[in-house]
């Protein structure tokens, strides 16, 4: 999970770079967005082991599932404007089609809504 937000924050901030330093020329700030699917299984669900030998993790990540960490950098990559829509959903192996999303705001409806309301402000969609 680690790896996986670092890669999230690395590639947003290469892009952002790259339109704050003119190398999409004219085009209209872009619109960045995140979708994770995460399988919701006992794995994902059981609280992770924390070790702490150097410095004291923070208080929101102790016990804390892998369902959690990522509802929870998910909502910080959305509020912190990393990523202009960010959508976050769960799913059983077992509930093939069927998924759960455990916050409105990082919601599909939601996701799809920002990207549309982007595209409408910068091209015209009849």
Sequence with gaps: M?????????SAVDLWTAYREGAFRTSPPPWL???????DCRDSQRGIQIREP????????????????????????????????VCYI????????????????????RFLRSLTSHLHLFYPID
């Design 2 to 10: 680690n790896n996986r937000t670092e890669e999230l924050v690395g």
């Design 33 to 39: 967005g995140c979708l994770i699917l995460l399988e």
């Design 54 to 85: 150097h410095f004291e993790v923070f208080p929101e990540f102790k016990g804390a599932s892998y369902i959690e960490r990522y509802h929870q950098a998910c909502t910080k990559l959305l509020r912190e404007r990393i990523y202009s829509g």
């Design 90 to 109: 769960t799913a059983r192996k077992d509930m093939k089609g069927h998924y759960t999303e455990p916050d409105t705001e990082l919601s599909g409806e």
